[in-house]
């Protein structure tokens, strides 16, 4: 099945600063990589994803960008602010016709003022 | 607000017991997914259905089981409870059931087990 990696497990900047998450996944036939955020006490929200025949993908402070020959693909935040603190999950569809999504292991951000 | 609605927000119970966890999809979703997730802990895939069927299955404990009714909603049964499946239990929706559509999943708040 399909094993996704992600790192780091936590993340420190400084208010202003980039933020850099890295996902590596297993599988080749997975297709769709969505990024969650999820708030203390809240469930994860989708804020960006990326499909297999797309290279880069912004939202404005927020990008993906996915290599699928090595497979992996990484979230990108921009002039982070402290409202961008939060747990950041990637995860990558398996397309084996049944939706077994895969979670990475999750990414604490601390955007710092 | 994602749409997907679940009850109880938190729920204390004792070990041996049993619980039902209940969620409603967002209106228009089909397929309905649950989630565990622990202290400090990824989330760990347990469950979908699709239309009332059960589609696929993850990481799920006999002691647990799952279903969707005719209008949707779904129910996460855990029985025996034990003192490490207290964690945070998420109802996830989509409109489809297949991963090469690319559905986007949306998540609920989650319920909060305890279990003492």
């Known amino acids: 099945g399909e094993n996704v990696e992600q790192h780091p497990s936590t993340l420190s900047v400084q208010e202003g600063d980039s933020a850099v998450i890295k996902c590596t996944y297993s599988?080749?036939?997975?297709?769709?990589f969505p990024w969650y955020k999820q708030e203390l006490g809240k469930g994860p929200q989708l804020i960006i994803d990326i499909r297999s025949n797309v290279g880069e993908k912004k939202d404005q402070r927020i990008a993906v960008t996915l290599n699928k020959t090595a497979k992996h693909f990484s979230l990108h935040i921009t002039e982070t602010q402290p409202e961008d603190s939060a747990v950041y999950f990637c995860a990558a569809y398996n397309s084996g016709g049944y939706q077994k999504v895969t979670f990475g292991t999750g990414t604490k951000l601390q955007v710092i003022p | 607000d994602s749409g997907v609605t679940q009850t109880p927000k938190h729920l204390i119970t004792a070990t041996g017991q049993r619980v039902t966890l209940r969620c409603s999809p967002r209106?228009?979703?089909?397929?309905v997914y649950w989630y565990q997730q622990s202290l400090d802990q990824g989330l760990q895939f347990l469950i979908q259905?699709?239309?009332?069927?059960?589609?696929a299955k993850g990481n799920i404990l006999e002691r647990f089981s799952a279903q969707q009714f005719p209008d949707l909603h779904s129910e996460l049964n855990l029985s025996s409870l034990e003192l490490g499946d207290s964690a945070l239990y998420f109802c996830a929706s989509s409109v489809g059931v297949t991963a090469s559509s690319g559905n986007t999943i949306y998540f609920g708040e989650g319920s909060w087990l305890t279990v003492v």
């Open positions: 599988d080749s036939a997975s297709n769709y």
């Open positions: 259905y699709y239309n009332g069927e059960e589609r």
């Open positions: 209106s228009g979703d089909l397929s």
